[in-house]
């Protein structure tokens, strides 16, 4: 592929195994309002929209502020508790720093907790700009976000690729005019992915050096 300048990253799912964070809060919430518990794998499937969302089809309507609050607050110490880099995350971040592109993140974590799991993880020094969709008009999949990051840093899509784990991410990045490159440990399954048609698909973010 042509060598890009700017690599925009997801964190979730992307590079940062945040997901027995995200079922402890979840269950914490459901069992806190008397909603059933629910299981890994349909959490799993709910999450990338932002914790509003993720909420929001298991409870009633009238309950979805008070679950919003009870999930943040049990989050902010669920994360520092379990959350974890996938495998080679940090060893490529430190290759591409090395390697002079310009790193960013883009995801709809709310800023405050992604910025939690950016200092406990010590990911601060790797990125030129982190920006989340609590901090804008639009969350992915609207491309706002990743024009915002390109604009901040100078860079046209032809020089930009986006590196995320769902299909909301390759409609972004198609609409943002970007190259979009899948790694599948997030919550679509491969074939969703596949249908998606990114430019490229990597079954773990260590494989990513080897593209670039």
């Known amino acids: 592929m042509e060598k890009p300048k700017l690599i925009i990253f997801d964190l979730d799912g992307t590079l940062v195994n945040a ?18 518990r629910q299981n890994k794998r349909i ?21 979805l502020n008070r679950a919003v609050r009870l999930y943040r607050v049990h989050h902010r110490n669920a994360l520092r508790k379990h959350a974890s880099l996938f495998y080679g995350a940090r060893e490529l971040l430190a290759y591409l720093k090395d390697k002079g592109y ?23 020094g790797y990125f030129q ?25 100078a860079l046209k899509p032809r020089d930009t690729v986006y590196i995320g784990d769902m299909v909301i991410d390759i409609q972004a990045a198609k609409r943002a005019g970007v190259r979009a490159i899948i790694v599948t440990t997030g919550s679509n399954t ?17 494989e990513l050096s080897r593209i670039l």
């Not at 959490?43 to 309950?63: A, H, K, Q, T, Y």
């Open 43 to 63: 959490i799993r499937r709910s999450v990338g929209w932002g914790d509003e969302n993720l909420l929001r089809p298991f409870i009633r309507i009238n309950d």
């Open 190 to 206: 491969r074939a969703e992915v596949v249908k998606g048609k990114p430019y490229k698909i990597i079954g773990k973010i260590s």
């Open 102 to 124: 310009k790193l960013a993140i883009a995801s709809n974590r709310p800023t405050i907790f992604s910025w939690i799991l950016i200092r406990k993880l010590n990911l601060a």
């Open 129 to 153: 700009y982190v920006l989340c969709a609590d901090r804008l008009k639009h969350g992915k999949p609207h491309p706002e976000i990743l024009r915002r990051i390109m604009k901040r840093l």
């Open 19 to 36: 997901y027995p964070a995200i079922i402890s809060s979840f269950n914490f919430t459901m069992q806190r309002l008397g909603y059933p």
